[in-house]
Every structure is written in structure tokens, then in C-alpha cells.
């Protein structure tokens, strides 16, 4: 009988002392943040889910451990990832704070989705009411300084964060507001790596490769990038040993990142649903997506800072890990949030070429390919109960392009063209739209 994959029986340290704290623990944090704070033994992080309570429980039981499968398209690794010390589900407001008021935690990680920042109405139950209440209770505490650091894909998110904290605590008194001016740090950063959901066999493939039961694997590409900017008044986990890397400006890199990486998702995900691919791999090698694909790259690289050989070589890297048969990433998955995803990495591209008065093939097909989402497949969007009966009204291209940004339904050009690319791709799979 395989043995439950534990500290004891796998022969792992024990936990290390807690010194930083993760808000929105899932795979993409398993195979990321951790994997890299795995690299300092002297760093333990107490990692926190938003609802889900089986999480938590499952790594509880396991001692925080996991197995990280490491998959290209011919083979598999497996690593045992020990740096989460513990595991707590959303209710356990109680330790969520304590941990924060800690003056020995000197960070706070955030995967909470691009939608996970937005502030509206009462903040309270939301990702930003909770960092703010555990900002309140630090500062009550004693108001030891600390580094918040976003790691979501968001242009500027350490900036999009401290906005976001200031709005929600314009209420605050003005003694908590200065200390959150002065003591707490945002930083901004890159991250890179394709993480899809786990699935049944991925439960047997850890049993094989760590000979433990493993309840929450996670599996990962290859590739691994995080980029980081800003200062850590109580230090940080030697993170450079796993590869980050420490730079003075993110800006291009974010620009990089969001229009070729996650821009091209973008776009696979929403054409491709249309076009009946399940997959990245799958619809990469889809003719019509391929194209469009190299469309997208050509005309995001007249507008990208990086040089134009830099810029080249990553596409030559992003195309090879697209490919690989390795990391089934589900289109649905990356289809989520498109309310939150294409304005950052869609619109500016757009709107760039829209000034220049030409009408780009790909960032066209990537809103046709959303409007047919909204229509047709099940929606995962803040926006949603708006967004929906947009895609099924008489007018729904304005309507849809005028819930993301005015400007783009005040262009009859592009509207017209949107509604054209919807009948293409519609035609592709022989149906009317």
C-alpha cells in the first residue's frame, strides 16, 4: 500500500518558522512562488485559500507538502515542495490575522486573479478587504513594516495594488493611512509559468514518480520566470537561488509578458474555443489559429520596447511551449476574466494600430472569438450578468466593445470588422452566426 505523502514519511524537514504569508493559494502558487521560496530553508509560508476548505485540508494532512510534476513533452519530473508551512482555507479569519499583525512575517504574496484587485461599493469580503484588514490589525499590533507583492498579471500591479489599498481604506483613520503610506512596501512583478488545472490521472502519475498518495499535485511546464522591483524592509527568501531575478524597472518585461504571452492565450483561447479546440497545444497547431497567432506577434512587436531580436527569440520560446504535448492547458481556463484580461492584454495593441488607421487581423479575431464565448460557452467573469445579455442583444458587438471601453464602439470600422470576423469563424465550423 503506498504510503500518504507526509513529512515523516518522505523524510522532509519539519516546517519552517513562518515568515511569510500567501493570499490565494491554488496550483499556479504551488508551482510558482513556492517552488521558488523552497529554495530557503529558513522561509515558511502560511498560505490561504478564498472559499475552498479541501485545499487546505488535504495539504494540512500532508504537512504542506506536494509534489510538483515537472512535464515536457517527453518526460516527467517530480519534486516534493515542502516551503508551505501551513495551509488555511478562507473562514480562518482568526489566524489570517495573527499571521499578519506577526512582526516576524515580513511578506505577503497575492494570487487573487486580475479581477481580485477591482474596488467597488464595501470593500469587506473581497481580496482587498481582507489584505486591508490584516494591514489594520499589523498596524494595531505595533506596525511593523512590510512588502506586499502582487503576482498576478496586471501592468504595474504593485501600483494597481497600492491603489487599490488606498481606495479602500479612504475611510481609515489618518494615522492607519500614513503608516500604510510609509510601512508598507508594493512590489511590483513578472511571472511566467503554465499551470494547468489537476487533473484524476495527474494522482496516479505522483503515486508512480514519488512512490507517495499525493492528493494535491500540481503540474507545470519547464519554464519558470519571475521578475521582481521594489524594497523588502524585513528582507525576503533568497528567491535568486531558484532563478528570479531583482531589476530597477519592469515595464517593458510586463509589456513582453502580457502582449505576447498572455495576449496570444488570449487570443487561442477565445478563437480557438470558436474554432471547437479544447487545448493551447491543440490549437497552436491549427491552421487558422496559427496564423493568427503569428499575426498578433508581427503586429505587437510594432509597438513592444524590447528589441526586435529579444523579442524574436521569445517567440521562437513561447511557440515551442505552446507546442508541447507535455501541459494540456485548458482554453476555458484561460478564457476566464475577459472582462479584466483584454483590456490589458488585447486593447493597447488595438488601439495603437486603430491611431496608425489600420484594422489588425488577430486582436479583431481575439474580440470576435470573446463574443461568441459570451454567446455560447459557460462564463467565468465578474462582469458577467452584464456581459452575457450584451453577446445576445440585436446589437451586440457595440454593446459588448462599449462595456470594455467607449472608444472602441464609436468605431464603426471596427465594429464592423468584429462582426465580420464573427461570421468567419463561424463558417469555419460550419455554422451561422
Excluded at 63 to 85: H, K, N, P, Y
Excluded at 111 to 116: D, H, L, M, Q, V
Aim: proline letters at 6%; aromatic letters at 6%.
Amino acid at each position: 500500500m503506498t504510503a500518504r505523502l507526509t513529512r515523516a514519511s518522505a523524510g522532509v524537514r519539519p516546517p519552517a518558522p513562518v515568515r511569510a504569508v500567501h493570499l490565494g493559494l491554488g496550483a499556479f502558487h504551488r508551482a510558482h512562488q513556492a517552488a521558488y521560496t523552497m529554495a530557503d530553508p529558513d522561509w515558511g509560508v502560511a498560505a490561504y485559500t478564498f472559499r475552498n476548505t479541501e485545499l487546505p485540508r488535504t495539504l494540512t494532512e500532508q504537512d504542506g507538502l506536494f509534489s510538483l510534476q515537472v512535464r515536457d513533452d517527453g518526460d516527467t519530473e517530480a519534486v516534493i515542495v515542502d516551503a508551505i508551512s501551513r495551509a488555511h482555507p478562507g473562514c480562518d479569519s482568526e489566524q489570517w490575522l495573527a499571521d499578519l499583525a506577526s512582526p516576524e512575517v515580513a511578506l505577503l504574496t497575492l494570487t487573487i486573479t486580475e479581477a481580485g484587485y477591482r474596488v467597488s461599493g464595501d470593500p469587506d469580503g473581497t481580496a482587498i478587504g481582507r489584505v486591508l484588514a490584516g494591514l489594520r490589525g499589523r498596524y494595531r499590533a505595533g506596525g511593523a513594516p512590510i512588502a506586499l507583492v502582487p503576482c498576478d498579471n496586471l501592468p504595474g500591479n504593485g501600483g494597481v495594488l497600492r491603489e487599490a489599498i488606498r481606495t479602500a481604506a479612504a475611510r481609515e483613520d489618518a494615522g492607519f493611512r500614513a503608516w500604510a503610506e510609509d510601512q508598507v512596501s508594493f512590489v511590483d512583478t513578472v511571472v511566467d509559468r503554465i499551470t494547468p488545472a489537476t487533473t484524476e490521472q495527474d494522482l496516479a502519475t505522483a503515486a508512480q514518480l514519488t512512490g507517495f498518495e499525493d492528493r494535491a499535485p500540481v503540474v507545470t511546464e519547464p519554464f519558470s520566470e519571475w521578475l521582481l522591483a521594489g524594497d523588502f524592509p524585513l528582507g525576503r527568501p533568497a528567491w535568486e537561488e531558484a532563478g528570479a531575478r531583482f531589476v530597477d524597472d519592469l515595464a517593458a518585461y510586463e509589456q513582453r509578458k502580457l502582449w505576447f504571452l498572455n495576449g496570444a492565450h488570449t487570443l487561442l483561447a477565445y478563437a480557438g474555443l470558436a474554432l471547437g479546440c479544447a487545448t493551447v497545444d491543440e490549437a497552436v497547431r491549427h491552421p487558422v489559429l496559427a496564423r493568427l497567432t503569428a499575426l498578433w506577434w508581427d503586429v505587437a512587436s510594432r509597438h513592444a520596447s524590447l528589441r526586435a531580436q529579444e523579442l524574436a527569440d521569445y517567440r521562437q520560446r513561447l511557440l515551442l511551449r505552446f507546442s508541447s504535448r507535455g501541459v494540456r492547458h485548458n482554453l476555458l481556463q484561460i478564457a476566464s476574466d475577459g472582462s479584466q484580461k483584454i483590456p490589458a492584454r488585447i486593447l493597447p495593441v488595438l488601439l495603437a494600430e486603430r491611431a496608425a488607421q489600420r484594422m489588425p487581423d488577430a486582436p479583431v479575431a481575439a474580440l470576435a472569438g470573446w463574443l461568441i464565448h459570451l454567446r455560447e460557452n459557460p462564463v467565468t467573469d465578474p462582469c458577467a450578468d452584464e456581459l452575457v445579455p450584451l453577446a445576445r442583444s440585436a446589437d451586440a458587438v457595440r454593446a459588448v466593445l462599449s462595456a470594455v471601453d467607449s472608444s472602441l464602439a464609436e468605431d464603426r470600422e471596427l465594429v464592423a470588422a468584429v462582426g465580420d470576423h464573427v461570421q468567419r469563424l463561424r463558417e469555419a465550423t460550419g455554422r451561422i452566426a
